[in-house]
Structure formats: C-alpha cells, structure tokens
C-alpha cells in the first residue's frame, strides 16, 4: 500500500502576503485626485477654478449643515451649535483657500 503524505507547512511558506491596505490607499488617491479636478460646470457659473471638492463643500455640505442648525434649534440646542460651529469652521476653511493659505 502506498502512503501519501501532505506538508502543509510547505504550502504555507509559499503563500505570498497580501497587502489588504494597498487597495484601499489607491481608492482613498482616486477619490482625492476626482476630488481636487476642476468642476467644468461650477468654474464656468463662477468665472474662476473651482474643484470638486469645494463645489460639495458649497453646495451640498454647508446647506445641510444650516438645515441641522435650523431643525434643532429649539429641540435641541446643542446639536444646533455643533452644526453651527461646523459651518462657521467650513467657511473658515473656505476662505484661507481664497487667501492662499494651505488648508
């Protein structure tokens, strides 16, 4: 009779690692450079180069935030001076781009 034997810790040496972060900084890249292109729509209504970044910014973050702060404000005031303070810090932001600082 013949007897096969089976070394599994010779297949296990030979597995390559796998990088399960690569992947994802190469979407989190991805995101970022689609992020930081120029919004073709929003730089011709504007007259000037806007990205995409700061088009969501402007258009859809801030509104939102000024919707939380007016909904909460007599239920729950601390909620509302969050969203509040979270748009006051987007503005900030906002504007150092303008002046040229980095943000």
């Known amino acids: 009779m013949?007897?096969?034997t089976i070394r599994f810790d010779q297949?296990?040496?030979e597995q390559q690692r796998v990088d399960v972060v690569a992947p994802l900084r190469k979407a989190v890249?991805?995101?970022n450079r689609e992020l930081d292109s120029r919004s073709e729509f929003y730089s011709r209504i504007l007259g000037q180069d806007i990205s995409?970044?700061?088009a969501l910014r402007i258009g859809v973050v801030l509104p939102l935030l000024f919707v939380a702060a007016a909904v909460c404000v007599?239920?729950?005031p601390l909620i509302a001076g969050t969203?509040?303070?979270c748009s006051g810090w987007i503005v900030y932001r906002?504007?150092?781009e303008e002046e040229g600082g980095t943000v």
């Open 2 to 4: 013949q007897q096969t």
């Open 29 to 31: 890249r991805v995101i």
């Open 83 to 85: 969203s509040l303070a």
């Open 94 to 96: 906002l504007n150092q």
């Open 11 to 13: 297949v296990l040496q």
């Open 52 to 54: 995409w970044r700061k």
């Open 74 to 76: 007599a239920h729950a």
